[in-house]
């Protein structure tokens, strides 16, 4: 089963690392099409800036397992991000996530709103899965039948010690992640003004446990590995 990890990373101030030109772009391109390409590496990686503080970088990279992930990590990692502390001042976390499988569709569409929502480390597997399930529900509503939204995917994250963020230096959570894919900048407006936008946050923020619920935007870029050839391609 796919895995994908996320990382989530503070930018230098000033630089703008998602255009090819300039040069602090380029280290990010460059980066992640050795990701793509080196062997034993990432099935498909998407990254991009928050819209609303581009000073957070967000990368997703979808691998075959935990395990894949980890080999890569040990054996090119260190290779793959010698250039990364040029343009970038912090690394918050990676860890992984568990999504359901229209996740890849939902990050290639124009703008994916993301809402993430913490929950004690210690949640049952039990609340885990009432959790999804209500989400399950909320989808099966009509949700991709609401003009501008392409698709929804949603699921736990694999690690319990995800960094709540704007919580103290040592202040943990498990994870529970939305990714709703909208079709332009104007949908995202829309669909924040929208009646089904307030039930989805309500929703979450009504699942037992919830400690704390963020939501944001970004405008992923997005490369494939070509299993045949070895090569990428832009998606």
């Known amino acids: 089963m796919t ?3 996320v990382g989530c990373m503070g930018v230098k101030p000033s630089l703008d690392v998602t255009n090819d030109s300039t040069a602090e772009g380029q280290i990010l391109t460059k980066l992640y099409k050795y990701v793509i390409t080196a062997p034993g590496g990432s099935l498909r990686v998407y990254w991009g800036l928050e ?122 959570a498990s994870i529970l992640t939305s990714f709703v894919g909208l079709d332009s900048i104007d949908a995202k407006g829309k669909f924040r003004e929208s009646l089904a936008f307030e039930k989805l946050l309500c929703l979450v923020r009504s699942m037992e446990g919830n400690i704390k619920l963020e939501s944001f935007s970004v405008s992923f870029r997005s490369l494939t590995r070509n299993t045949e050839t070895g090569t990428f391609e832009d998606i």
């Open 51 to 172: 819209a609303e503080n581009p000073t957070y970088l967000w990368a997703f990279f979808d691998w075959n397992s935990i395990e894949d992930h980890e080999k890569f990590a040990r054996t090119l990692g260190r290779e793959a991000v010698k250039d990364m502390p040029k343009i970038l001042n912090r690394g918050f976390f990676t860890k992984h996530i568990t999504a359901t499988p229209s996740l890849s569709i939902t990050l290639q569409s124009p703008v994916t709103e993301i809402i993430l929502a913490y929950f004690p480390s210690d949640i049952s597997s039990t609340q885990r899965d009432s959790a999804l399930g209500r989400l399950q529900n909320f989808e099966q509503q009509g949700l991709n039948s609401i003009l501008g939204i392409q698709s929804l995917s949603y699921g736990w994250g694999v690690e319990n010690d995800f960094p709540v963020r704007g919580g103290s230096d040592d202040q943990n």
């Open 3 to 5: 895995v994908t990890e």
